[in-house]
Structures are given as structure tokens and as C-alpha cells.
């Protein structure tokens, strides 16, 4: 396993090389609001940077870092459930910007395919939701993105399954006349 005592100079190059992919896992668990995500991945690091979280060693130090934004990403949304509805949460959208420029017609059918697929992933039941943008989205094995959500391998395995079919489902339908 890997090591568990990082020193802060280490900790802080860790949380550094998996920023962006901190960040868009919680933007998922934000249901897609940039404001929301950027205060999760922050919350999350001084948990991190304070000790509040302890990285333990059990798993990868990147399937831990994903469970304790999972998790804060949770205790957000419970605080502020009576304040906003989960439709304004989903309200943003949130597209990663090409590696190289597209022409624009390119560019709009990407968009509006990544609209779609963001679209019927928001159609999935929560667990599902989670295990599918953590294992295509975050590259985390089944076995990770269990750890991460912290439900069993057999359940998350199921969770995926079930929505990988329900996507192929939903775009498949929409894809019809």
C-alpha cells in the first residue's frame, strides 16, 4: 500500500497533481455548480491540510482524496438542502474546454453531445450517477470508486452496471424519432 505519513510538503504535491481531477469529481457531486464544486475541493483541502481528514493508507491516496470530497460534497448538500432545490443545483452546465481548437460546427456538436450525455447522466439514480462519471470521467476502477463512495464492490458493480445500460438506454431513445 502506499505510504500513510506525508509530510506537508509531499500532501500539498499530491493534492496539487490531482486538482483538476478533484475538481471535476466534485463538480459532479454538485450537480454540475462551478461555485459549489470550487468551495467543496477548498473545504476538502483544509480537511486535508488540517488533519480533519487522515489519509490512512488503505486504498490509493487519489481513491481517499475522491471519498473525502465525496463526502464533503454530501455535508454541503444536507446544509443547504432547505436553501436551494436540486433542479437549481443541476441548472449548470459544465463542459471541459478541447485540447485543440475545433471548428465551430465541431465544437457545437460536441457540445451537443456532452449536453445529451450530461443530460441522461443526470437522469440516473444518485449511486449510479457517481460510479459511472467516477470510473469514465475520474478512470477509477470499480474496486476504487466503491472505496471512494464507500458502499460494497458488489454494490457499486451494480450501480454501474445498471447505469451504463440505463445510459445506453436513454441516449438510444432520444437517438429515435
Known amino acids: 500500500m502506499a505510504q500513510t505519513a506525508l509530510n506537508p510538503d509531499e500532501l500539498e504535491a499530491?493534492?496539487?497533481?490531482?486538482?483538476?481531477?478533484?475538481?471535476?469529481?466534485?463538480?459532479?457531486c454538485c450537480g454540475w455548480n462551478e461555485v459549489e464544486a470550487e468551495d467543496v475541493v477548498q473545504t476538502t483541502?483544509?480537511?486535508?491540510?488540517?488533519?480533519?481528514?487522515h489519509y490512512a493508507g488503505r486504498s490509493s491516496f487519489r481513491t481517499w482524496l475522491f471519498g473525502v470530497v465525496r463526502l464533503t460534497a454530501l455535508e454541503r448538500r444536507r446544509r443547504e438542502a432547505s436553501i436551494q432545490q436540486r433542479a437549481d443545483r443541476l441548472a449548470e452546465g459544465w463542459v471541459p474546454e478541447?485540447?485543440?481548437?475545433?471548428?465551430?460546427?465541431?465544437?457545437?456538436?460536441?457540445?451537443?453531445?456532452?449536453n445529451r450525455l450530461r443530460a441522461a447522466l443526470d437522469e440516473l439514480p444518485e449511486r449510479q450517477r457517481e460510479v459511472v462519471h467516477l470510473v469514465f470521467y475520474q478512470g477509477l476502477s470499480v474496486a476504487e470508486a466503491?472505496?471512494?463512495?464507500?458502499?460494497?464492490?458488489?454494490?457499486a458493480r451494480t450501480h454501474y452496471h445498471r447505469g451504463k445500460?440505463?445510459?445506453?438506454s436513454l441516449l438510444v431513445m432520444e437517438e429515435s424519432p
Not at 483541502?45 to 481528514?53: C, N, P, R, W
Not at 485543440?100 to 451537443?112: G, I, K, S, T, W
Open 14 to 28: 499530491r493534492l496539487t497533481e490531482l486538482h483538476a481531477d478533484s475538481y471535476g469529481w466534485a463538480l459532479s
Open 98 to 114: 478541447p485540447d485543440a481548437p475545433l471548428a465551430p460546427d465541431e465544437a457545437l456538436v460536441e457540445r451537443e453531445q456532452a
Open 45 to 53: 483541502y483544509v480537511k486535508v491540510l488540517s488533519g480533519q481528514a
Open 146 to 155: 466503491a472505496t471512494a463512495m464507500d458502499v460494497s464492490l458488489g454494490s
Open 165 to 168: 445500460e440505463r445510459l445506453r
